[in-house]
């Protein structure tokens, strides 16, 4: 699951960095399926095909995340994993709590909404993980290339971004993550 990245890198704000500004989330327009474009590539998350969120509310009123992937291959198996979310009060929805194993939960911030939801940026205070999410597996390539400005302008290596193996027409092409994928 993508969210686990953060247990094994998030170091938290450097010297140098100013703090992440944070969106404005309407948690309503939230909620629902997304599909992970792009990351920093990072251990974890190596060989993900196809990943896939949706966020739903709890009935105590946090997020429900449902996380779905394969590894290596779109025949390999589908694996479901349910993850306790929530938001810290204050932050406008934008600064969530994700518990991946009790009792440890680590920061996911909210950079950006585009206004119609269609595209979500997340993040973390070290700029060392780094997400863009979309609500169609695959987004057009002046949207991806602006929403990569918006990380850059945000203190990012844009550069370093690699977008998911969503499709198995993405395998190989430039810019696409698809090591450790068949």
Not at 42 to 69: A, C, H, L, Q, W
């Amino acid at each position: 699951m993508a969210l686990a990245v953060i247990a094994l890198g998030a170091t938290g704000c450097t010297a140098q960095q100013a703090h992440l500004p944070l969106a404005d989330v309407d948690m309503d327009r939230m909620y629902g399926g997304w599909y992970l474009i792009a990351t920093l590539p990072n251990g974890f998350e190596r060989g993900m095909v196809g990943p896939y969120d949706v966020y739903s509310k709890r009935p105590d009123g946090d997020i429900r995340e449902d996380f779905y992937t394969r590894r290596g291959s779109f025949k390999a198996p589908l694996k479901h994993f349910v993850v306790h979310d929530w938001v810290r009060p204050g932050t406008h929805n934008a600064h969530w709590r994700v518990q991946l194993l009790w009792p440890i939960n680590l920061p996911f911030l909210v950079l950006y909404t585009d206004p119609s939801y269609r595209y979500v940026l997340f993040g973390e205070e070290s700029r060392k993980l780094g997400w863009i999410y979309a609500r169609t597996p695959k987004i057009p390539d002046g949207d991806y290339t602006a929403l990569l400005s918006r990380f850059q302008a945000l203190g990012y290596q844009a550069n370093e971004f690699r977008k998911f193996v969503q499709t198995p027409d993405q395998i190989g092409q430039s810019g696409v993550w698809s090591d450790g994928v068949k």
